[in-house]
């Protein structure tokens, strides 16, 4: 048997347009124009924050030796402050009923010690009233009783003054 061959040539038709080369052009960069404007932003605060420092360290070591290189005297350091002051509450017997009736918690008073022997002093300056207790009404001239929050050592010296004075208070 012998074979034919026919041969069928295809005719190729697409409907795609040729090819084109593709023309050079920059690299675009989108969304970079506001991220710029945040970075020279933030450089010029940190600019500002460090010129701070700068200057306020210049200020804190270049304050005492600046005067010292200039020849005036050194400056005198101050102790730090005391530990913090227990307050205690000292019942204090006032002469005037009258006055004591006048006073409220949270208010400020200064305590006076009159004696006959002597002048007036104060034995408690800025005390603050903690406690106005009600009057008792068997005593007759014996004054009103006020509670006080002062430093242990004023409360000391309140103590000792009630037993040898009358004592007032002021408002501050």
Do not use: N, Y
């Not at 404007?37 to 804190?60: Q, W």
């Not at 070591?61 to 005067?67: F, N, S």
């Not at 020849?71 to 227990?86: I, N, S, Y």
């Not at 005037?96 to 300056?125: I, K, N, S, W, Y």
């Amino acid at each position: 048997m012998s074979r034919t061959s026919s041969t069928t040539s295809a005719v190729a038709t697409s409907t795609c347009p040729p090819g084109h080369t593709v023309p050079p052009f920059a690299p675009l960069r989108v969304g970079r124009g506001g991220d710029r404007l945040r970075r020279v932003l933030r450089r010029r605060r940190r600019a500002a924050a460090a010129g701070l420092a700068v200057a306020a360290a210049a200020l804190a070591v270049g304050g005492t030796e600046a005067q010292a290189s200039r020849g005036a005297a050194p400056a005198k350091v101050k102790a730090p402050p005391p530990a913090a002051v227990r307050m205690v509450s000292a019942p204090v017997r006032i002469a005037d009923a009258g006055t004591v009736r006048l006073l409220r918690p949270g208010d400020r008073v200064d305590v006076v010690a009159a004696e006959r022997a002597g002048p007036p002093r104060v034995v408690a300056a800025g005390a603050r009233v903690a406690e106005v207790p009600e009057s008792d009404q068997g005593v007759g001239d014996g004054g009103a009783l006020v509670v006080l929050s002062v430093p242990r050592d004023t409360a000391r010296a309140l103590v000792g003054a009630g037993s040898v004075a009358r004592l007032a208070v002021t408002l501050c």
